[in-house]
């Protein structure tokens, strides 16, 4: 079973809880869950925006989901998301920094400065343009 990220939300948030008992129903029942990169990006994104959780929080609910043995997911795509996230930043950003090596990308560019100093502080080479002059 293919899970979108409401099912995700609803089975870590308890907000209204007979759709929490049915996603949580769902989970269980399901002989494989694949749980998409970009479901846990928008995952996260609700999560900290919408519900106000932490890093922690959201980091905690992640791991848990990928516990399972049941969960198909990219862990090496995830894991440098939880990375980032752990690390104060964004989950999506180390999600997207990870994906963009793997194809062959060594530069992450971006107008976020706490991005880039987070990923830098990982070891990966920034091109912040928000501190780039114009036309240069």
Avoid at 49 to 66: D, G, K, N, Q, T
Avoid at 117 to 135: H, M, N, R, T, W
């Amino acid at each position: 079973m293919i899970v979108d990220t409401n099912v995700l939300l609803r089975a870590a948030v308890i907000d209204d809880a007979l759709q929490t008992e049915q996603a949580r129903q769902c989970l269980r029942d399901a002989a494989q869950i694949f749980v998409s990169t970009v479901a846990l990006c928008e995952f996260v994104w609700v999560a900290r925006r919408f519900y106000r959780m932490s890093s922690a929080e959201v980091a905690h609910a992640i791991r848990l989901l990928v516990a399972d043995r049941k969960v198909v997911f990219d862990r090496a795509a995830v894991e440098a998301g939880l990375s980032l996230l752990e690390a104060g930043g964004d989950f999506a950003d180390g999600v997207i920094a990870f994906e963009g090596r793997r194809l062959g990308g060594e530069i992450f560019a971006t107008f976020d400065r706490k991005a880039a100093v987070v990923l830098e502080k990982a070891g990966q080479e920034c091109l912040s343009l928000s501190d780039q002059p114009i036309g240069h």
